[in-house]
């Protein structure tokens, strides 16, 4: 790579994946320092922020043994005095460094006994005829610990990079075509990676800046809208013409209640998904209690009636046993087999269930993920749907396509509440519904904060609920590594709890990840039946446990959970007519993310509000719970920050693919050419 020499280069593609040019200039910075004001030196105030500062040398000296040996040299200005500290090149810095001349010097603070000093800092005299404002912004790149000890810090990528930037920047291509760089006012490529390396202004930064996120999420929409739109004419699908008696007599003599008009929204872009003859690759996202396995029935009705089987896959034993339960009830008596199948199920029933289902005799099947297994094989496979999709990896829904001749219809549910602009970023190659609406009667969930010493004030509403009739949820976090502490926590409640609420008065539940998944059911069944008034669980019972009557979620560690998983948990309660109440509960030293995941579940119960403050808080990698869509990657863009961008440059590529689906046309070259060269292939309907 440009003259850099071999070992360099080398070192740039093994520690940063930067094999050619292009890497190099896509290699943006991650911040730039602003270097256009001198720091006082009484103003320091951070050790994180780099600084530039102007002052007289007033003192220098080597000091410490061989060992520890460093020069300190005193710099000081009108507000006061600072030592640069050096431990190498000891004897040519002190040589070079004068006494009671002016120096500017640059670098970041370090705090150490009570003080700031500077480390290393880089420094040069201070020239009067010079303008030091010119070197506005210094851009600084990641590197990692092998590359410093190669010299090959920011400070020399910079160099490099800028050097090659000028000499090549003729070899820049644009990748966007001239009608939208003329509507969106946007700079040039070329423009734009010169300006990010060696900026001159805020303002033409912040202009390459925009140019390069706008490109940068336009390409990642388009290439969705294109693997989407491919997928649609090259993968065949069944054709499920017909909705026929099972949904019918349903619809007329089974279903319990009116469908919301979310519901009925989504039932029918479903149903015409699945009627085209491509394949359905859809998203339905609803939020807890939207009432998403009866879309997920209903579908799968639809599949039966035109001869085909489908599935029901849920990430835990539990849920999947409450599907299958709560399907069967909804159906009643109607003429449809339905069975379950989980890791638990072995031996001589299991191999009952697969003769079933191999013959069709099974027309639904629920179950875990054992249903994956390739030992597990269908008559005719028509619908899958996957529920709670950030347990369910993309490899494992690619699986089922797998278990017919031709892939199934794929339906993944998730009431992970992402908020638009991720969902479009993370699922953009799926198609996608929401359920904006909860089933009506549902009172908003009153949400309080309690401190650990509120016990009393707690057993008290406790037991006017219970009095009511009503039944409540006392849950503790599990976290993996502390899972001993964590039982034990969880048992210590249950003692406490125990002696506040004693038989034969009241009844007790408890569930965790360590009894045997039969215990599990037995005692869910006990909770669900009534029979017992307070379920004290970990969080097995995160996800989608449905007890109408139950009103009221207590969170014990409240400030260990997570937004998400806060939301999980307070929408197992307001299912029912009744008030239902959620309460946190913390020790009373909070950090200040804590308090803010706290007072956000005080504040409202919108999941799609409560996930812009958790991707705020988190970053979106780990709200994805899955790091594995490259997409997520982004150079410049910030999905959180740039949503209306996202929106916008969603639309715009929406619109030149509509209006030219192939990009044949010629003032789309740049964009067709760009994803040849990213693909590496010649056939453009390659891409997907
Ligand atoms: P989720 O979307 O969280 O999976 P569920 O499917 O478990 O929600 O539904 C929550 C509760 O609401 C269930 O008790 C379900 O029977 C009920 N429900 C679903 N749809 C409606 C509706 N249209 N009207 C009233 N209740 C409904
Ligand atoms: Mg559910």
Redo the contacts with the bound molecule.
Sequence with gaps: MVGIGEKKASILARELGLFTLKDLFEYYPYRYVDKSRFVKIAEIRSAEVYTLLLGKVIAKQIVGGAKSQRLVVRLADETGSIELVFFRGIRWISESINIGAIYVVFGKPNYFNGTFNLPHPEFEKFNPQKDYKKEKFMPLYNTTERMKNAFLASKQLSQIISAAVKKFSSFIEETLPQYIIDAYHLCSRREAIVCIHSPFGEETLAKARFRLKFEELFFMQAEHLLINSNRKSNSRGFVFAKVGENFNTFFSKHLP????NA?KRVVKEIRNDMRTGSQMNRLLQ?D???????VALLSMLIALDNGYQATLIAPTEILAMQHFQ?INRFIGDMNINVSLLTGSIKGKSRKNLLTSLADGSIDILVGTHAILEESVIFNNLGLVVIDEQHRFGVEQRAKMWTKNTIAPHILVMT?TPICRTLAMSIYGDLDYSVIDEL??GRKPILTTHLYDRDVLRLFDFMKKQIEQGRQIYVVYPLIKESEKLDLKDLMDGYESIERAFPLPQYQISIVHGQMKPEDKEYEMQRFKKGITNIMVATTVIEV?V?V?NATVMVIENAERFGLAQLHQLR?RVG?GANQSYCILRTKDELSSDARFRIETMCRTNDGFEISRADLQLRGPGDVSGTRQSGVLDLKVADIVKDEGLMAQVRTLAQNVLADDPHLTKTQNLPIRKYFMTKHKVSDFSMIS
């Design positions: 209640f009116e469908l919301t519901q609803g807890v209690g939207s009432g998403k396995t009866l709560s009431a089933p009506s989608g449905d109408p929408g299912r």
